[in-house]
């Protein structure tokens, strides 16, 4: 009985496998099947050029054959689909590691179909002989070692080879070279595969929470092909596709359990097996997916046709040319967002969703988020209308940026100016008028905000402690805290154990400040929220990043427990000691007061405070939560100075993070 070889698809109208590539040096990769689905679906209706492919994050567009990205800046890739392959083996290594190259050519991809389909018809009637094999399609008959001449791969043909009671069919060179070098398998249908991140995907439900990141420093540098350090977009597509592997793996263990143990929580299904009665649960439907959208702002400063940029290049030194590519790309991002100019082109940046949305800022792109966060609104949320009377459904609100006589400012020539008035109280200069800011300083007053408050808004690595110190913004929320004690709350009870922090807040559900302890890049912004005198020694410690039914590990716990035995023991010789250790009863006493504060106040929160001697720290800045500075919870081995060199640039991987990002877009 005769047999073919390297036909994984035998159909009659096999599915066609979408491929892209970027380069033209590069391999063809196939897209995922549900892309490659929804691709041929298109091509069969034939009333489309275009597709929406990998969840609407990417168009196909059938004419040109390309695939371009909808949201940002990722490269423009290559499109082409197959049905027949080169099997490219590598020499000895059998079929362990074989390369499918795709025949892109449809007039050869035709030519070597009808071969085939000639080939399989004269085997048939002639009841399953090859040696009566007889072709029409520009081939020599002449039964096994027939063979097609093709068009555009010139200089090769395809050949019927038998050996033994195998047929395959095999490309070869068409000059006296083919004696040497031999043929080549070819391959119908591409067999199975998968493409990582594609079942998860798929089984998730749809999305219902959209985070834009927006990057840092630097990313001019990262896209730069002979850098091997990723950009923002491929941190953001690893992050994505393990989000979406660590929600379907606690989908998938729930509705395991469901299956195996029939217990749990409340939803049950009475049924009857042979006159005995048994429970099963419902099994939990898939969790939501969170998609992200990364925010791309390098560009304005880094474009070709910026004459600072190419001023700045045509000035720099020829000599070590990656050392000074490190000014020049990162440095320079900024000092340039220092500058009215460039700041005011950085924040204008359109954004337009509904839905539950959240801020991601790494490194300066946390400044950028608290800038455009800054610009949406203060605490009293004064809405005002567009400019000119009326709002539009691309900018639906402004915010009136005035709070308790202060305003973000407007002119960028005062702004050294009221930087220095900031701080000239404090070195017993005498100034006429008040100084300092929270926000960023443009050219002129900026009226487009982004059309959505944030369900949570989180800084990674961010140095924003450095710019509001800066900007003086210290003294401003200083002013604020003393105005709002002034100020007269109607139904609130002042209570004595609240430290009096800052009341200034940003238009966000939650503000989370979350570092690495050993980010060299990273600042506190608690600190900035607190009065000037406040002692350094009393400032709470960050909090440690946790999820929901998971404490600190283990050697985290030792540690602190460490630090705490030392500290003790330490404070022996200081005949303060007693003064600084808060007593059994004044901490019951400080939660006796927290919670009767909390039943008079318009708002009540759930979350743990903390509590030092008798004060509770409570950042309103915070919004649903009480804290904003969380660190990362160090590894077992972690060397500060060792970590120090990763630090900036692992939050994209880490699971203690990735796994409070979930909680966060999740919870109601």
Known sequence: MTTWEGIEDPSNQPERIWFARVKDDNPWEPLRKCDCQQINATVQAGTENTTLIEFGRATVDLQTKRIRYNFYNAPVRQLCCALWFVRDCKSGSGDKDVNLVPICSTMDEMLIEEFYIQC????????????????????????????????????????????????????????????????????????EYTVEGEKEELALGPVRHLSFII?????????????????????????????????????????????????????????????????????????????????????????????????????????????????????FDVLMYLTPEFCEETIHKDFSTEGSVSLLGHSLGSVITWDILSLLGDRLEQKVPMTGGSGTHINPIVIDDEVKGYKLPTDASHQSAD???????????????????????????????????PKFTMFLGSPLGLFLTLRGARPVFDELRLLEEKDTVVGRDVDATLQPSSPFTLPSGAVYNIFH???????????????KDFKDSDLPKPCFLTVAGQGLRLHVQAKELGDTIYNTFSGLLSSKLLEKMPSQRSMMDAKTEMTKAT???KTT?????????????????????????FQLQPGVVDNEYLSAVSAHSTYWSNGDFMNFLIECANST
């Open 120 to 191: 399989k018809t004269d085997q048939n009637s002639s009841g399953g002989s090859t040696d009566a094999v007889n072709l029409n399609v520009n081939v020599n008959t002449a039964g096994a070692g027939a063979e097609v001449i093709l068009q555009d791969d010139h200089g090769y043909k395809v050949i019927l080879m038998k050996v033994g009671n195998t047929l395959s069919l095999r490309k070869k060179s068409v000059s006296i070279r083919s004696l040497l070098q031999g043929s080549t398998e070819l391959q119908r249908g591409y067999g």
């Open 215 to 331: 990057h840092g420093v630097g990313e001019a540098m990262w896209r730069r092909e002979d850098v091997m350090l990723p950009g923002v977009i491929e941190n953001v597509e690893e992050m994505r596709a393990t989000i979406n592997k660590t929600m379907y793996a606690s989908w998938e263990q729930q509705s395991q359990l469901c299956q195996k143990r029939r217990i749990m929580p409340t939803e049950f299904v009475l049924f009857s097996i042979g006159g005995f009665y048994k429970y099963s649960q419902t099994i939990p439907p898939p969790p939501n997916r969170i998609e992200f959208i990364p925010v791309e702002w390098y560009d304005k400063i880094h474009s070709s046709s910026s004459s600072l940029k190419n001023n700045l290049l045509s000035t720099t030194l020829g000599t070590i040319p990656r050392l000074r590519s490190i000014a020049n790309d990162v440095i």
């Open 419 to 453: 930087v220095y008035r900031a701080y000239a109280g404090d070195s017993g200069v005498e100034v006429t008028q008040k100084g300092g800011t929270w926000g960023p300083c443009t050219v002129r007053k900026v009226t487009k905000t982004i059309p959505f408050i």
């Open 517 to 531: 302890p050993s980010d060299p890049v990273a600042y506190r912004i608690e600190p900035v929220l607190l009065p």
């Open 599 to 601: 039943k008079t106040t």
């Open 605 to 629: 929160k759930t979350s743990n405070k903390f509590f030092k001697g008798k004060t509770i720290f409570d950042f309103d800045l915070g919004g649903t939560s009480e804290r904003v500075d």
